[in-house]
Structures are given as structure tokens and as C-alpha cells.
């Protein structure tokens, strides 16, 4: 993304705001008007109270300088506030924005961004963003007036000298164009480093179970400090550019300071002007080469918010690869079958992971997957409510080709309990009904007990009011399962997708649930995965799924007599 484009949609982002921030400006000009009215009375207090010794002035110079200060205070709190307001906002609206954009992200998104990165992007990219709108942006605008300001009233007194500041400012310009370049690419690879930084932080926190249980403290601390260490030179690099900038900045202004004196100085001698307009004028070029030299430390902030906003409207421009189509129907209720017709599919263009997938499976049927680990089980199910999209082939719910109808109306159709049981730190009432944010506590109580949670959940302390940690933390493997099984349950969905759902139970538990998943399978259409057979004995067919093909398909016996794939598993399971 060019400059250009960024500032481009920084202004259409600004826009909403634009009568705030025009009244701001406004603040601004004056604010830069009174700095100048400062330098210009500094003529009069030399010529006229101590060489003319004017009583008059005395007494009334004073108290325009009371009122110029007061003018100027309240423009600097108006400006400065509404800034600020704008700002705030804009980070605001901004981070909503990526949030909702990230999750209408299909599930292979997230395989390729790591959460550290993400998270680095709502929180520190936005930030720098802000900074370099509502503090650096600002800044300069108000400088820049302050500078033509200033160069007017320069100008006006003394034309001859005010030429040398045609000779300072290009000079000036120079280091910080160079600098800010440098400032640009030590940014982005800063960002680069910080997003390193966070996803390590995020892995290895959540993951302190293993590292304790490998004993990798110390390897793992060894890879922070590394993974800082580059941080902090890039850091280091970066402060080392700042630094050299304004000591060039100082040298630069001593250089032009020294040489007005001395012309300036001639000019008072020879009786040319008075030392009053030599005094003034040296105040408002001391006061126009501040803003300059200010503007070379904001530019650090300014090219690093330039690169922050690059990284942000590039995630923002990242289009979901699945989304509803242009006029796409509300899904009707099912009532027909789900049908997959010549589908394959593979994960980024990688060699195809399901093969040439045809299968029907009526409503009320329930349809066991079964098959060895990496057989595409899980795969084939993220294609029904479309996380992942089919490469090649078609799904059908009734006669409506999923592609066709809204992802909300198809979902809605859907209840699943997915292979990794993934619960929010929130109470257990809350993540039972998170399908069903309306449901009265006795629907949530019956889901629970349907999924025999419900006499676990009465024993803990706060009951169905007890939260439950980062992820479920707080409970047993077995505990969160049947959690996510009661949240299931209740959002009472046509088709019902259970991944491994009993896997984490023990033989007693699992044996009532299954007695439950039964009940709830009656009048669903029910898809199961299941390693342990045992738990699918009484499903009305059974598929086995091997390297991304069907390889067979019947009932328990029709497979047993086929003597093949399933017979294998089943006489490894009954060993
Ligand atoms: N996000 C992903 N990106 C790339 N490849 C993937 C991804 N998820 C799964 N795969 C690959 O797809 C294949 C099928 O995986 P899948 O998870 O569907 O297997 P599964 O039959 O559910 O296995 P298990 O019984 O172990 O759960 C595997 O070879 C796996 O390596
Ligand atoms: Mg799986």
C-alpha cells in the first residue's frame, strides 16, 4: 500500500469527525496566532518600555499579555480535548471493526495468522495508529501554522535577515526525510518482532502444563530471551537514530542562530534597526525552529503509525473466503437429507485430503464416521456447516446446495460438539446457553442433565453460577465435555455433528451419556465420529473413511461380514 492509499483512507476514517476537527484546527490557528502576538510584543517591550520608557505601556502590556495567555490557553484545551475525543474514537471504532472482520474469517484464516499477531494488530497497531493520527498529525498541523505564523511575523520585521530561514529550513528538512525512512523500516520490523513476542507469550502460557511436565523452563526461557533480545535491538536501533536526530536538529539551529547574530547584530550597530526588532525577530525564529525540530521527533511516531496503518488495512482488506453469496436464501427448516456429491477437498491447494466423497443421509438417520486418525473425519464434517468449503463437488441439505443459502440460516441448523472442547471463562450457565442466550433456567437445567452434567455442576460452589476458567480450566477433561454436550443439546438443532463427543468420559459415564446422545439422536440427523466402536453399535449405518475415501459402508454386521477395514478395527478393539 502506497503512502498514498494510507493517507487516503486515514482521511475517509477522519471524515465522520470533520467538524470536530475543523473547530480543533481552529483552536490550533489560534493557539499559533497568540505565539506569534507573543513574539511581536517583545518589540514593544524593548523599544517602547525600555529605550522610549512609556508609562502607558508599562502598565498596559502587561495586561494584553494577561489576556493573549488566557486566549491562548482555552484554544489549547479545545484543541487538544477534541483531538484527543477524535482520536479515541476512531481507535475505538477501528478495533470493533477488526474484531468483527476477523471473526467472519473461515476457520484456514486462523490457520495461517497466529493469535499473537492478531492480537498485537487490535491492540499495539491500532495504538500507533492513533498516535500517529491524534498526537503526531496534530502537532504538525498545529506547528505548521505556528511556523507561517512565526516566518510572517519574521518577515515583516526584517526581510533581509528572514532569507537565512530559507537557508535553515531546507537543511533542516533534510535529516528528517533521511530519518524518517529509517524510522519506517525499523518500525515494521519492531511490529514484526512485538507479534513474535505475543504469539510466544500466548503459546507458552497456555501451554505451561507441558512445559512443566517436559521440564522446559529453561529451554523455553531461553526462547523468550532470545525471541526479546531481537525485539530489543531492533528496539535499541530504532532509539539510536532518535537520539543522533536531535543533537543534528540542535546543531543545525546553533549553526543559523550564530550566524543572524552576527548580521543581525551589524544592522543594530550601523543604526539600520533597533534592538527591539533584533530581539523580536530572534524570538519568533528561536520560536519557528521549535516546531521545525518537533516535527523531526514526531516523524519517528508519524512513519511508524504509517506502517502500523498499512498492517491494519491489509488484515481489513482480507475478504472471508467464505461469506454469503449476493441474494443467498434463508436455509428452510431441514426435512429431506444431507447430500455430498463428488466432493473432494484439500487444504490450500495441498494434495487433496478427501477424495471424490458421495454419501446420503436421510433425515433421522444416524450415519457413525469411523476410520484411522488423520483419515479426514473431522474435514468431511467442517464442510457441512461450511468453516471450510468444498474444493471440487457439491453439498446438498434438501434440494438447496449449501453455497446457496446464509451462513447464519445453515449454522442455525447445526449443533455440534467439536473434537477439542473449547469453552469461554464465563459462568457454566452462560456456555451451556451460548446457542440460546434467551433460555430460561429450566431448559438449561434439563440440557445439563441430559448431558449428566447437572449433578457435577451442583457441587460446585457457585453451582450453574460458577465460572470456569480460561478455556474451562476449572473442570475435568470429562467435565468440560459434557458442558459442551449440554450446550449442544440445548440449542436443539436438526442436525447434529458429534466429534468424538464421549471421548474424554470413563466407561461408566460415557455408557449414560451415549444413553442421552441416544435420546437426543431420536429425532435428529445425527453425525458421529467415534474411535471406540463400542459407541456406535446401534447408529443405522456406518461409514469408514481411510486416506480421504470412503472404503466401506454398511451396518455393524453387514461391515463384520465384509471382513475389511472394519473388522480390523473392531478385532483390534476387542483384543
Ligand atoms: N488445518 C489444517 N491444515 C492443513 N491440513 C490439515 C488441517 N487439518 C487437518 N489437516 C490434514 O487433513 C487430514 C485429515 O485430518 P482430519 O482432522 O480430518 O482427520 P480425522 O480423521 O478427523 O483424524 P482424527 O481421528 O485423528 O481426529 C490430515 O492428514 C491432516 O494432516
Ligand atoms: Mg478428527
Excluded at 9 to 17: A, G, H, N, S, V
Excluded at 87 to 100: N, P
Excluded at 120 to 147: E, G, P
Excluded at 480 to 491: E, F, G, V
Amino acid at each position: 500500500m502506497t503512502n498514498k492509499e494510507i493517507i487516503h483512507r486515514i482521511y475517509y476514517i477522519l471524515k465522520p469527525f470533520r467538524v470536530k476537527l475543523f473547530i480543533a484546527m481552529v483552536g490550533m490557528v489560534i493557539v499559533a496566532a497568540t505565539t506569534g502576538v507573543q513574539a511581536y510584543l517583545v518589540k514593544d517591550l524593548l523599544d517602547k518600555i525600555f529605550m522610549e520608557k512609556n508609562e502607558f505601556f508599562l502598565n498596559l502590556l502587561p495586561l494584553i499579555l494577561i489576556l493573549v495567555f488566557f486566549i491562548k490557553a482555552l484554544a489549547d484545551f479545545i484543541y487538544s480535548f477534541l483531538l484527543e475525543l477524535v482520536g479515541q474514537t476512531v481507535i475505538r471504532d477501528l478495533r470493533i471493526r477488526i474484531f468483527s472482520h476477523i471473526h467472519l474469517q473461515p476457520l484456514s484464516f486462523f490457520n495461517s495468522m497466529p493469535t499473537g499477531t492478531l492480537i498485537s494488530r487490535i491492540i499495539s497497531d491500532v495504538t500507533l495508529m492513533q498516535q500517529a493520527v491524534s498526537k503526531a498529525l496534530v502537532n504538525i498541523l498545529r506547528d505548521f501554522f505556528q511556523v507561517v505564523i512565526l516566518l510572517g511575523v519574521v518577515f515583516y520585521m526584517n526581510w533581509k535577515l528572514a532569507m537565512f530561514s530559507f537557508i535553515i529550513l531546507p537543511i533542516a528538512g533534510y535529516p528528517i526525510v533521511k530519518f524518517g525512512r529509517l524510522f519506517r523500516k525499523l518500525s515494521i520490523r519492531s511490529q514484526e518482532e512485538t507479534a513474535n513476542v505475543s504469539n510466544l507469550l500466548h503459546e507458552t502460557i497456555t501451554g505451561n502444563r507441558i512445559i512443566k511436565a517436559f521440564c522446559k523452563e529453561k529451554y523455553e526461557s531461553k526462547r523468550f530471551n532470545h525471541q526479546i533480545d531481537k525485539l530489543f535491538s531492533v528496539t535499541i536501533r530504532n532509539a539510536k537514530f532518535k537520539s543522533t536526530q536531535h543533537p543534528i536538529m540542535e546543531l543545525i539551529g546553533g549553526v543559523a542562530f550564530a550566524l543572524i547574530i552576527w548580521f543581525g547584530g551589524k544592522e543594530v550597530i550601523a543604526g539600520e534597526s533597533t534592538p527591539g526588532t533584533f530581539f523580536a525577530f530572534i524570538t519568533a525564529l528561536v520560536a519557528a525552529y521549535e516546531p521545525v525540530k518537533r516535527i523531526a521527533k514526531i516523524n519517528a511516531t508519524i512513519q511508524q503509525g504509517m506502517a502500523a496503518a498499512n498492517r491494519v488495512f491489509t488484515l481489513l482488506d482480507i475478504e472471508p473466503e467464505i461469506k454469503d453469496k449476493p441474494n443467498a436464501l434463508n436455509l428452510l427448516p431441514f426435512e429431506k437429507s444431507i447430500e455430498f456429491k463428488g466432493l473432494s477437498f484439500s487444504y490450500y491447494n495441498e494434495e487433496h485430503v478427501l477424495h471424490d466423497i458421495n454419501l446420503k443421509i436421510p433425515t433421522g438417520q444416524a450415519l457413525a464416521i469411523v476410520g484411522p486418525s488423520g483419515g479426514g473425519k473431522t474435514t468431511l464434517t467442517n464442510l457441512i456447516p461450511r468453516f471450510l468449503d468444498v474444493t471440487e463437488g457439491e453439498i446438498f441439505i434438501d434440494d438447496t446446495n449449501i453455497k446457496d443459502c446464509t451462513l447464519a440460516s445453515l449454522r442455525a441448523q447445526i449443533g455440534m460438539v467439536t473434537q477439542q472442547t473449547i469453552l469461554f471463562n464465563d459462568t457454566v450457565r452462560n456456555n451451556i446457553a451460548y446457542g440460546n442466550l434467551e433460555a430460561t433456567d429450566d431448559q438449561i437445567f434439563q440440557a445439563a442433565k441430559a448431558a449428566h452434567a447437572s449433578s457435577f455442576i451442583e457441587a460446585l460452589p457457585k453451582g450453574y453460577d460458577t465460572v470456569i476458567g480460561e478455556g474451562g480450566s476449572r473442570l475435568s477433561g470429562g467435565q468440560q465435555q459434557r458442558l459442551s454436550i449440554a450446550r449442544a443439546i440445548l440449542k436443539n438443532a436438526p442436525i447434529l455433528i458429534l466429534d468424538e463427543a464421549t471421548s474424554a468420559l470413563d466407561t461408566e459415564s460415557e455408557r449414560e451419556v451415549q444413553k442421552a446422545l441416544e435420546n437426543l439422536m431420536k429425532n435428529r440427523t445425527t453425525l458421529v465420529i467415534a474411535h471406540r466402536l463400542s459407541t456406535i453399535k446401534n447408529v443405522d449405518r456406518i461409514i469408514v473413511i481411510k486416506d480421504g475415501c470412503i472404503v466401506e459402508e454398511g451396518t455393524h454386521d453387514e461391515l463384520l461380514a465384509l471382513h475389511g477395514e472394519y473388522e480390523q478395527l473392531h478385532n483390534i478393539q476387542n483384543d
